[in-house]
């Protein structure tokens, strides 16, 4: 078995004259929830059609527990799963009539098996108790699980969900975010998209952000926020007595913009690096100033894609 899940090197695809994915590469090991995160035509979509099998790349090589999806296509497709944003359910099928359809196209043995099998998924996804209700009394968050319940018969060991949780109460994501991450647990890799960055911060172990068909950023959700909002920091000091002596300090400093003052707290942009936020406060130090607290107020995940969707990845 590779040691790698998924490996994508020089991924590109083209729509005629558009790019829709330019030349990404990604490492993704067993066991993780990786989320890819990017705004829409970022190329999320793009990426999982390929890696499905379902479309072909203008180049690039990616492969599947080991299984190259062009030489091996079927070999990979056996042990992947795919839910598309937005599955359609059909309204005349009992819960467990959908899923008994599908157990039974992937040959998962007689009916007790194939009810044991569709029993266990509903419990995964917390739907048991409606496993005779109709599809089409389902919520949206139900039905959400329902088809991620689907995806879960024959046991993959790779699964691509393209915006699962989409549309869904915090409740249905939570329940959502529970079931991945305890599939992952077991052994599983569970490639997950949004648009929206914090969701994916609470659900995955690592992710990475897409933009305009580049891959900006990897890594866990700090990394990533640290990597794209490294350039321009939120920092606060909080003084002892007036704050004067401070404000014209940092007046003084290179990197310092737009200076705040809120009672005993100094509010201020800086630009630069860890190093330079360390001296920084090493200066404050040095200068004798009274300081009783010094911290930098991260950019909200929001903050951070809707730049990035503007094309700044400097945020």
């Known amino acids: 078995m590779s040691e790698a899940a998924i490996e994508i090197k020089d991924l590109r695809v083209d729509y005629g004259n558009f ?36 479309m072909e790349p203008t180049y690039g090589e990616v492969s599947v ?9 079927e070999e990979a497709r056996r042990i992947m799963a795919y839910m598309p944003d937005l599955a359609p359910v059909p309204a005349d099928l009992k819960l467990w009539e959908f899923l008994d359809f599908y157990a039974d196209t992937h040959r998962l043995g007689g009916r007790r098996v194939r009810r044991e099998r569709v ?3 509903l419990r995964i996804v917390n739907l048991f108790e409606k496993r005779e209700a109709w599809c089409k009394e389902l919520s949206r968050g139900q039905t959400q699980r329902l088809v991620l319940a689907k995806t879960l018969l024959h046991r993959p060991k790779v699964l691509v969900l393209d915006e699962p949780a989409s549309g869904l109460d915090p409740l249905s994501r939570r329940e959502m975010r529970i079931a991945l991450q305890a599939l992952a647990k077991e052994g599983a890799t569970v490639l997950v998209s949004s648009h929206i960055l914090s969701e994916l911060a609470e659900m995955c172990s ?6 305009q068909g580049r891959l900006l950023a990897s890594g866990t959700a700090d990394e990533v926020r ?8 939120q920092l606060s000091v909080v003084t002892f007595g007036d704050p ?5 300090w940092l007046r003084e400093r290179p990197g310092v913009t737009d200076l705040k003052v809120d009672g005993l707290r100094v509010g201020f942009q800086f630009t630069g690096e860890d190093v330079d936020q360390e001296g920084l406060l090493l200066g404050l130090v040095n200068a004798g100033l009274k300081v009783r607290s010094f911290e930098e107020e991260s ?10 969707a503007e094309g700044n990845r400097e945020v």
């Open 19 to 54: 790019v829709a994915v330019q030349d990404i590469s990604l490492s993704i090991p067993y066991g993780e929830v990786f989320g890819l995160v990017g705004p829409n035509g970022a190329g999320k979509t793009s990426t999982f059609k390929v890696l499905t099998t379902l």
């Open 65 to 73: 527990a080991g299984f190259d999806i062009f030489e091996s296509a």
């Open 119 to 121: 029993d266990e998924c």
């Open 206 to 211: 690592s992710l990475c952000v897409m933009n």
């Open 226 to 233: 640290r990597e794209l909002g490294r350039a321009e920091r």
């Open 244 to 248: 004067e002596a401070l404000v014209s």
């Open 299 to 308: 950019s909200s995940f929001e903050d951070i894609l809707v730049r990035v």
